[in-house]
């Protein structure tokens, strides 16, 4: 069985592209109108709330990109803000979807084809297969319930690609646009640069050592500290936080700090973390098992890898004391990375041809690739079912 195509004409894959953007696009809205018409349980009400109260009162959230945007969509209107949110959602997972396809295509030199089109698409339904529940404790390539790691996803893979473009080739573009896009995701929803800014400048080190390209680096990296410091100043010293709590009429005192508590927040989502780790990433697991040498020699597969590494260290560590204790807020960036991992290895399996005949090796990978978008496709009917997700 083929799955590759070799030779395919340019327009007919970019109609292929189109129309699976399409369909992600109405898929998704459909998803996210379905959660306020319903009333699911999620984190869209939530934040409609905390939009609200930009609107109203003028107090922000301390990640504003997000909120903004919807507010902006819905013309400054309360009433437009649920439809507001749930197309600036959908847009952004169209959004990924592109930046995806496009990152695909750099790296294989031509238009993807539209087998690898086609994987990329159902990449945006891949979830983490059922163990101690069906998503809590787990950590999926993609999320359906909270809007700001949605809107996040392109933002992140942008960095991604724009600061792996610098540690290939130290051009000014690459990092100006990697500065630029610290900034914005700090602005968007912060977790993401967590990890950068840990990987990102050691691979920079490693790969020019003391040299003008580091100190580039280390100015892209410097630009995202400043942001996150002006951002932590005003969630956690200014009293913004406080005052959306209170207009929003949440419960608890919003005082937080951050700590170091090895496992304490994960531990209470899952009885049993190896197993939660391993039932998030099967497919890169299998992949690479069978693919070592195809995969640890592509430098985005390291990269994308050490940031995945390092956000499981940052959810194992860290905690916020107060009511957002246990709301996992340190999590959010391992989802990120996942995808960004499941992306690259699909990318750099179809350049080495891995899928051109389906052999015993390549339809291992192809299952467990496949095993995670049919547990997307369990959630999803668990969720709409029973409105909820855990």
């Known amino acids: 069985m083929q799955l590759r195509t070799l030779t395919r004409p340019v327009a007919t894959t970019t109609r292929l592209e189109w129309g699976l953007a399409a369909a992600l696009l109405v898929a998704h809205a459909a998803l996210f109108g379905a959660i306020f018409h319903w009333d699911m349980v999620s984190d869209l009400q939530v934040h409609v709330r905390i939009t609200e109260v930009g609107l109203q009162n003028g107090v922000w959230w301390g990640a504003p ?62 979830f983490s297969l059922p163990a101690n529940s069906m998503y809590i404790g787990q950590l999926p390539p993609n999320l359906f319930h909270n809007d700001t790691v949605v809107y996040l996803m392109p933002f992140a893979l942008l960095l991604f690609w724009w600061s792996a473009q610098f540690l290939r080739t130290a ?26 800014l840990v990987v990102f400048p050691l691979l920079a080190l490693k790969r020019f050592k003391l040299s003008a390209a580091t100190w580039k680096a280390a100015g892209a990296c410097a630009a995202t500290v400043a942001a996150l410091l002006v951002q932590y100043v005003y969630i956690y010293k200014s009293g913004a936080t406080e005052k959306v709590y209170k207009y929003a009429g949440f419960g608890g005192d919003p005082t937080s700090h951050v700590r170091i508590d090895p496992f304490h927040v994960w531990s209470h989502f899952s009885p049993n973390i190896p197993l939660s780790i391993l039932v998030s990433i099967v497919f890169p697991l299998v992949a690479f098992a069978i693919y070592r040498r195809e995969l640890w020699s592509y430098d985005l597969f390291r990269y994308a890898a050490a940031l995945m590494g390092v956000s499981l260290v940052i959810f194992a560590l860290l905690k916020e004391t107060g009511v957002r204790e246990f709301q996992g807020n340190f999590a959010w960036q391992a989802m990120v990375c996942n995808y960004i991992l499941f992306l690259v290895i699909l990318v750099r399996l179809w350049s080495v041809g891995a899928f051109e005949r389906l052999t015993k090796r390549s339809g291992v990978v192809v299952g467990a690739f496949g095993a995670h978008v049919v547990a997307g496709a369990v959630f999803l009917t668990y969720y709409l079912a029973n409105g909820r997700y855990f």
């Open 65 to 126: 990109l997000p909120f903004v945007t919807a507010a902006l969509v819905a013309l400054g209107r309360v009433g437009w803000l649920d439809e507001a949110t749930t197309l600036v959602s959908a847009v952004a997972v169209l959004a990924k979807f592109l930046i995806s396809t496009k990152i695909a295509e750099r790296e294989l030199g031509r238009r993807p084809d539209a087998g690898l089109l086609v994987l990329i698409a159902l990449l945006s339904f891949a």
């Open 171 to 196: 051009d000014d573009r690459s990092i100006v646009a990697a500065a630029i896009g610290g900034v914005v995701n700090v602005a968007a929803k912060p977790s993401f640069v967590f990890p950068f």
